[in-house]
């Protein structure tokens, strides 16, 4: 039977082999197209289709859906802190709000289209809103903000999920590997396939539960000494 220190070590070699797994899992955005890092990605695109209305004006310069599009997504692909880009987008929403696009993105965010029409004629112009158009505003602010929001955590959990699914043969492949190297009778190769299958659930945890087990150890012998 394994000691409890020697099976503390074992679980953080299995922890290791899921981590390990993860980061080959994530080397894969080196692929054209991002590879696996656009996982996730479409929940924001349909937000930012619904926040981005074509509009002539706005698809022959740096403002258009597709330039905006193209920038969110390379921020999403090189993992940008989920905050910023949250906050990039938001405001290159902002930047798209002008009279044409005014009254669909009133209907998206739930406030008055007229208000809102007013409110970026006030933007454009420079001039000042009054109260109750600095009162929309702001509850336009705050809509486009959670349903931005919403996209990017929902975005974010469909990305987790991809990864430690495709993690999973991964780590199954390289325990397979580590069977063919080591010496014969080391471990079958239906141990390192169960090895593979519990890495990546355990990856996470592996540190705290080789902890606990140190300590349990640690307070079995104050015990017995």
Known sequence: MPSLSTLSADIMAVGALGTAAFGLVDALKALPGGGISRAGFK??????VQLAPLDPALESGGL???SLLFALTSQWINGTDSGDQLN???SLIKLRLVPSTAAVLATATGVDPT???EVAACIASGAAMSPQQSDVYGRFDL???TLL???YQRADQRYRNVSKIAAVPVA???ALIACWVLPPGTITWGQAALLGLIATPIAP???DISTAINTSAQAIQTMKS
Do not use: H
């Open 115 to 117: 208000i809102l029409g």
């Open 172 to 174: 199954v492949l390289l």
């Open 88 to 90: 990039i987008a938001k």
């Open 43 to 48: 929940f924001i695109r349909r937000v930012i």
């Open 143 to 145: 809509m486009l903000t």
């Open 149 to 151: 929001d919403q996209a």
């Open 64 to 66: 258009s859906r597709s």
């Open 205 to 207: 945890i592996a540190k």
